[in-house]
């Protein structure tokens, strides 16, 4: 189908959002609302929400509505009842935006499945925030979030919907069949920007290519005007540089422990070898499911040098975060956006990676050196790379001064594409 159009859109979707409590997804999001109002000022937007949403709820003075993947997971407890309200959902929503579509006809909906289909119905651009949820996990249920996550792409594309992917990172997935589904659908967006060269060639391999475009990650523009002082907010005497750490749940049963021990050992190691304080910084704060304040308790519990390392107990917004960043020396991080607002800060990183989208951006910046995979992460080798960290952290963080402008810069050039691809009256995707 052809989108032609010489208007700036009026009505703006920013679809799957998840929460804030992950301060790599608010920024992401902060991004992208800070992107549109540059490229489109005037335009409504709505944030459409995996998760669930208090009523009159407002993201940056954004609008926020839950989005058919929170109903489709968070009707029903009941498994099987989840099942088949999931089933449901897609496939009447679907009916109704083919019948929308070729027959003007609206096809009955439940009353918070149809408020939804009205924000796709007078959207005038969908831009799915930017991220790494399109990929699978081994399990039933993450089976199901492949296909709900593609649903509502799929949703806006039968409703005529030029839909732009803001920078990705795409997969692994664990079946041809999603496969299938995902090169099906992601073959009928307007534009996927992918923000690493593992997704293009994930992607290309499934055979989407010719709307696929190389981007910057969003994180790259997150900015902090607020200013923080770690030695004095926290007690640390001045003298000492200042070690974060972000940890998570990743791996299962003993493989995860083993990982917990082994940040634990090796940042005793450096406690005792370098003059250096431990903070451990809560990237993800989510209510159910997803703490890190629960793991780096952990984490801490199996150190020695406890009194040389603090945990942060409360809830700083993705703003102050930022600001928690600039002030380190350096970060060992799990999380991949701590390892982004920490590069940003000219802060250098040790990266312990827990999916492709690491390696792939720290390989960009030619600091393919400084990732360790999470598998392999043993206390002789973090302690080896934490030590030697600290020992050129100066050359480091010269080298990111030197380099980091230029690919940041690169990713200020992201909102041009997307405004270019939308106005853009000669591009099309053809309806397969």
Request: charged share 25%; proline share 4%; with cysteine.
């Amino acid at each position: 189908m052809k989108y032609k159009t010489t208007q700036p859109p009026k009505n703006i979707i920013i679809s799957h959002v998840y929460s804030s409590d992950n301060k790599g997804d608010a920024a992401l999001t902060s991004v992208l609302i800070q992107d549109l109002k540059l490229e489109f000022p005037g335009s409504a937007i709505t944030i459409l929400k995996l998760d669930c949403v208090k009523e009159h709820a407002h993201f940056e003075g954004v609008l926020e509505r839950p989005g058919f993947m929170h109903y489709a997971l968070g009707t029903y407890r009941n498994p099987l009842f989840k099942l088949f309200y999931t089933i449901y959902l897609v496939c009447a929503t679907l009916i109704c935006a083919i019948w929308l579509r070729t027959a003007r006809i609206h096809v009955y909906l439940p009353p918070r499945l149809r408020e939804i289909a009205q924000i796709y119905e007078r959207a005038d651009l969908i831009v799915p925030v930017g991220g790494g949820y399109i990929r699978s996990r081994k399990g039933l249920f993450n089976r199901l979030n492949v296909f709900l996550l593609l649903h509502p792409l799929l949703f806006g594309y039968r409703l005529g919907k030029p839909t732009v992917l803001y920078p990705q990172s795409v997969g692994p997935f664990q079946n041809r069949l999603e496969e299938r589904a995902v090169a099906f659908v992601l073959k009928r967006m307007m534009l996927i920007l992918l923000r690493e060269d593992t997704s293009v060639a994930l992607l290309a391999r499934l055979g989407v290519v010719q709307n696929v475009e190389r981007a910057i990650d969003s994180g790259f523009l997150l900015q902090s005007k607020r200013k923080m002082d770690l030695h004095k907010k926290y007690n640390i005497p001045a003298r000492k540089l200042i070690v974060g750490v972000t940890v998570r749940t990743w791996l299962s049963g003993n493989a995860q422990t083993n990982y917990e021990k082994a940040v634990a050992n090796a940042l005793d190691n450096t406690v005792n070898e370098f003059d250096v304080y431990v903070i451990f910084i809560p990237q993800v704060t989510a209510a159910k499911g997803d703490d890190d304040r629960i793991i780096r308790r952990r984490v801490h519990g199996y150190m020695n040098c406890k009194t040389a390392a603090f945990t942060l107990e409360d809830e700083p917004d993705h703003h102050d975060i930022k600001a928690i960043y600039d002030g380190l020396d350096v970060l060992l991080g799990t999380r991949f956006h701590s390892v982004i607002f920490s590069l940003t800060s000219f802060v250098p990183v040790l990266a312990i990676e827990y999916e492709h989208k690491t390696s792939g951006i720290m390989h960009d910046l030619d600091l393919e050196q400084w990732v360790m995979k999470i598998e392999d992460v043993t206390t002789a080798k973090l302690t080896y790379a934490l030590q030697s960290l600290l020992e050129c952290r100066d050359l480091y963080a010269s080298y990111l001064q030197d380099h980091l402008p230029r690919y940041i810069y690169k990713a200020q050039q992201t909102s041009v594409v997307l405004a270019e691809r939308y106005y853009d009256q000669t591009k099309s995707i053809e309806e397969v």
